[in-house]
């Protein structure tokens, strides 16, 4: 067993007890209640899932395992040469809660590389599609297609499924999807975008130093890679992509059910699609202005109030829990200031960032007027010459990979049951409407 498998089922064991405890002795303690608003709102800010692998402060923004972004990326083994750790250090983290010691690290990246091998029928699967069809759908139907190597459901067939011993065969299949996903991710990317050249893995390099040698990048991107997939993987388990992925292997479908159902979900231009629609709604900016008008504050104003005024969201701006500026989007905005601080580009989001708060503060509608995630990601990836934006989500979809699929583990760990909140009628919520 590995040391990373080792060290999971020792947590495991000493987690089990505590959950056990609060169903048994404190089932009935109520830690919410529902409104009329929240049942037709989304279900938003309900208490009402449990996951220890990241948490979600409106003011603070994440934490993966207790640690905020500068803290994990300050307390991991860096890739060798690089100032960020690898996409491995981290796996091992969210997975276990603890630090790993390089050893630990290179254990994974060795296993890593046997596990990412990705079998041909995956691309005969991608290359049935057409061509034009969105990287997300590609990337998904090359996820469902894995589903026939699940072990999960070789277990769940063998006759000898077993509620307490199923994360193993779940773990096995979350670690193959997290190390099949960057190759089936860069294997699309050449076949999409790049005539199909595709470019081999290099047995000496970790997670995102392969994944910028397959797409075809060279240093610094392994570190944009490294960091792009840290920052993507957890958002706690309420957003739409993790809570899919949840609920669908709540049902004990395996890992490649449930992730595929997860990234069709993160294909939403509220959630996942939202860095592409950053980089649409520049270029349409941009080319609106006409060649050689330089963007001012004046100008970016006024179309950010032409987006509201059209009945359109501001891409990259708001968020359902958070209530200040995404800490995702200050760890990209400082590489940016560190690599590429006089980048039009990056100049350009800046200004938005300048104005857009003040603009949707006065429209009034966001509850949150600051930036989240996407309004930055774009900006690095169109620097390096990735400048296929719509491909921006696919690689949102290799980083949440690591939650999702860190998550589903624990959920066959502790045993959490089948997802099914109750539904309630429109003449059930008028009648307890006049109730008061
Ligand atoms: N531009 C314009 N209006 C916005 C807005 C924005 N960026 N963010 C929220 N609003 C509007 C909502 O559409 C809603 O309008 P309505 O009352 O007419 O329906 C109102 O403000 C209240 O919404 P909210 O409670 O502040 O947000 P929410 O929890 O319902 O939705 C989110 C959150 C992210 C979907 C929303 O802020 C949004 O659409 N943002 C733009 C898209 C985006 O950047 N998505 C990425 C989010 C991060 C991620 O998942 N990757």
């Not at 991991?76 to 250090?89: D, F, I």
């Not at 610094?220 to 899919?244: C, I, K, Q, W």
């Not at 350009?348 to 949150?368: R, T, Y």
Request: aromatic share 12%; glycine share 8%; net charge negative.
């Amino acid at each position: 067993m590995s040391k990373l498998k080792d060290t999971l089922a020792q947590k495991i064991q000493e987690h089990r007890p505590r959950t056990t405890r609060l169903v048994k002795e404190f089932g009935k303690v109520i830690i919410d209640q529902v409104t009329i608003d929240q049942c037709i709102g989304g279900a938003r800010d309900i208490r009402a899932l449990v996951t220890d692998i990241s948490y979600l402060d409106p003011q603070e923004g994440i934490r993966f395992r207790g640690k905020t972004i500068p803290e994990t990326f300050a307390a991991l083994p860096k890739a060798s040469g690089s100032e960020y750790p690898t996409v491995e250090a981290f796996w091992y983290m969210l997975l276990t809660g603890d630090i790993p010691t390089q050893a630990e690290v290179d254990e994974v990246v060795a296993e890593f590389k046997e596990r990412g091998k990705v079998p041909s029928y995956v691309f005969d699967v991608i290359k049935a599609l057409p061509k034009d069809s969105h990287p997300m759908v590609m990337l998904s139907a090359g996820i469902l297609a894995l589903e026939r190597e699940s072990e999960f459901l070789k277990f769940y067939n063998s006759g000898k499924f077993n509620k307490m011993t199923c994360w193993e065969p779940m773990y096995e299949d979350a670690s193959n999807l997290v190390a099949k996903i960057a190759p089936i991710a860069a294997f699309i990317y050449r076949y999409k975008y790049k005539n199909d050249e595709q470019i081999a893995a290099d047995p000496k390099l970790d997670y995102g130093a392969n994944f910028a040698q397959m797409i075809g990048q060279k240093a610094p991107y392994d570190d944009v890679a490294r960091m792009y997939f840290v920052l993507h993987s957890d958002h706690e388990s309420g957003n739409v992509s993790a809570h899919t992925t949840h609920l669908v292997a709540s049902a004990l479908s395996d890992a490649y059910y449930a992730y595929s159902a997860g990234l069709n979900g993160l294909a939403g231009p509220l959630h996942g699609l939202a860095n592409q629609e950053v980089l649409a709604w520049i270029m349409e900016f941009q080319k609106k202005l006409g060649e050689g008008v330089e963007p001012t504050k004046e100008n970016v104003t006024k179309a950010l109030w032409d987006t509201l005024n059209a009945g359109q969201v501001v891409p990259g701006y708001g968020h359902a829990v958070l209530r200040k500026t995404d800490p995702r989007y200050t760890s990209q905005r400082e590489f940016c200031l560190k690599h590429l601080p006089s980048d039009p580009l990056f100049k350009l989001v800046s200004m938005i960032f300048e104005v857009a708060p003040g603009v949707l503060m006065e429209h009034g509608k966001a509850k949150n007027p600051w930036p989240n995630v996407d309004a930055q990601s774009g900006v690095i990836q169109w620097y390096y010459g990735v400048r296929e934006w719509d491909f921006y989500t696919v690689l949102f979809g290799v980083g949440r990979a690591l939650g999702c699929m860190a998550n589903i583990t624990w959920d066959r760990a502790l045993g959490y049951a089948i997802e099914r909140p109750k539904s309630v009628t429109t003449p059930m919520l008028e009648k307890w409407a006049e109730e008061g």
